[in-house]
């Protein structure tokens, strides 16, 4: 009996009609291959995973194949976006026996839930070197009742050599000067100055790299640090990887160029890349930089908001190819062919559709077609000609089959598309955006969190899942708190980021300063997950520092403060080593050395314009991580306004930094110039 129908995960309902008897990851599962003595297939994936479709549609629902996984093990499917604790603690196992990693995880385990065998995709017939699914699982079948004790042994050991692994955290330290320009130095030298970006194909956008070179910029005025950022940023904007009719960027590039992308659009990927392109545009003034800052926003609102007033995991990279005959081909709604830009925009605007956007007969893609990007750097074309193509090719590919969306609202993702959303919002004088971050913020609080301020990963359609919240979740969520109580000034916004950061104290610290990725209480696997690196967005651990560091600046609270000192430890150890994969960390420590400053902006009541430009003045300085408060003079909504009086009876901005503040000034252009040196 197949046991997903009543999941909320998109991606295991996807799977709800497989022949194959898939239990969820649960206590039942392991005890129900005790009882029957088998060992356990564990599937993990997600649903805009390509190749998770592939070998779905050609393993999971062939019927001889399910066959055979329902008489000989017990098969447990895992949506990776839902369970990133279960996925980190054997992808960990995967990379440390096969030297790589990637989704679908393949992994067979004890009914101990101890893992013995190891892989990713399978075929169902072999090929490259790869044995076929069906020889996998007759191999580990043959091991599993003929030599059960080697079986055992090579499970007990990996189980023990997980468990003894210990982060090098260095010391309780936070990183000084010579850590930073040491990081700086090494991704310098993984630089690639001809196209952007860091190392070679695939090329992922290094979105936390980017806001640390950014913070190193604005601190110490480093042209190179400035250089790396904005040519990545506008490689990437120029490139396929960038919908150029819609906004919004893809998963990642396939080349080292940018111009192939992994067609999915992940929310943690495009909520971060508004935020940095925000950022750049407050930093230089970019034309380019707003453009795509405020596209992506609008992407987000318009593609990815739920109508719960949530933010949707996900778009598949695959969609209907528009043939009739059903198939799911990937990028189909997103390439052109010469013909069909013809077809749309007749014979004269294609010409110069195909010149504008790179359209060739051969194709930068598959059979000719080609992915739309902007490779002209020089020469003028008409604005409103290019424009009205643009809107001609955006509705003719409306009428494609449109991917699928994976509509769970992770809590974390959320929380980036928050201070995202936020931001953007202000520095362009959208306030629907600001409206859109806050109805995400609001959903969290109904939804997510509890009485006790504890917060659950997921939710899907209004119902909330049924995981809990992890440590990407408290410290992404606070990050966007924050970010919305600095834009908005209101004060309920600082008081739940405090109610999530005091969880964090709580249940993710250790005695040493470290933090684990699971609370204290959560269910206890194989190992308790623990990795100050980033992925595809920041990592839990640099996060939580992050966030902790922005609310002592807001509040005073010096517990907070402490803890997150003590968790850039770790960036100290790990910055001049690999600066690439703790990009968010390096960031933090930016604001770290910077104070962070914090800015308080008092008026005489919120809507005095003179306040207004103030507050908005505080918003856009590019001091690292500086926080402000907005408020009228007296108030008691946020801590930064006490004893802030007004100045000749008008508005006035205080900044501090390191127990030390300025006389207050009335004068934006002094603010400005006191937030950006």
Known sequence: MNRLAHETSPYLLQHADNPVDWWPWSPEAFAEARERGVPVLLSVGYSSCHWCHVMAHESFEDHPTADYLNAHFVSVKVDRE??????????????????????????????????????????????????????????????????????????????????????DYGSTDAPGESELVAALLGLTREYDPQRGGFGGAPKFPPSMALEFLLRHHAR?????????????????????????????????????????????????????????????????????????????????????????????????????????????????????????????????????ASHYFGVTDEGTFEEGQSVLQLPQTEGVFDAGRVESIKQRLLAARSRRPAPGRDDKVVAAWNGLAIAALAETGAYFDRPDLVEAAVFAADLLVRLHLDEHAKLARTSKDGQVGANAGVLEDYADVAEGFLALASVTGEGVWLEFAGFL?????????????????????????????????????????????????????????????????????????????????????????????????????????????????????????????????????????????????????????????????????????RLRTALNR
């Open 82 to 167: 839902e369970r990133p604790d279960v996925d980190a603690v054997y992808m960990e196992a995967v990379q440390a026996a096969t030297g790589q990693g990637g989704w679908p995880m393949t992994v067979f385990l004890t009914p101990e839930a101890e893992p013995f065998y190891f892989g990713t995709y399978f075929p169902p017939t072999p090929r490259h070197g790869m044995p076929s699914f069906r020889q996998v699982l007759e191999g580990v079948r043959t091991a599993w009742t003929d030599r059960r004790d080697e079986v055992d042994e090579v499970a007990g050991k990996i189980t023990r050599d997980l468990a003894q692994r210990q982060i």
């Open 220 to 352: 110490t005025g480093s042209e190179g640090a400035l250089e790396m950022a904005r040519d990545t940023c506008e490689r990437m904007a120029r490139g396929g990887i960038y919908d150029q009719l819609a906004g919004g960027f893809a998963r990642y590039s396939v080349d080292r160029e940018w111009v192939v992308p992994h067609f999915e659009k992940m929310l943690y990927d495009n909520a971060l890349l508004c935020r940095v392109y925000a950022h750049l545009w407050r930093s230089t003034g970019s034309e380019l930089a707003r453009r795509v800052a405020v596209e992506t926003a609008d992407f987000l609102v318009r593609e990815l908001r739920t109508n719960e007033g949530g933010f949707a995991s996900a778009l598949d990279a695959d969609s209907d190819d528009g043939t009739g005959t059903g198939k799911h081909v990937e990028g189909a709604y997103y390439v052109w062919t010469p013909a069909q830009l013809t077809e749309v925009l007749g014979e004269e605007d294609a010409e110069l």
């Open 501 to 669: 950061l005091d969880h964090v104290l709580a249940g993710f610290v250790d005695e040493s300063g470290a933090l684990y990725d699971t609370a204290a209480d959560a269910e206890q696997l194989i190992r308790r997950p623990q990795d100050p690196t980033d992925n595809a967005a920041p990592s839990g651990w640099t996060a939580a520092a992050g966030a902790l560091l922005g609310y002592a600046a807001q509040t005073g609270a010096e517990p907070h403060r402490t803890a997150a000192e003590r968790a850039l430890g770790v960036v100290k150890a790990l910055g001049p080593r690999v600066p690439r994969f703790i990009g968010w960390g390096l960031a933090v420590a930016e604001a770290y050395l910077d104070g962070p400053r914090e800015v308080a902006v008092v008026g005489p009541s919120v809507d005095d314009e003179g306040a207004k430009v103030l507050h908005r003045t505080a918003l856009l300085g590019t001091a690292p991580g500086a926080v402000v408060a907005f408020g009228v003079a007296g108030s008691d909504e946020l801590p930064l306004l006490a004893d802030r009086p007004l100045v000749d009876g008008g508005p006035a901005a205080y900044i501090c930094r390191n127990f030390t503040c300025d006389a207050p000034t009335t004068d934006p252009e």
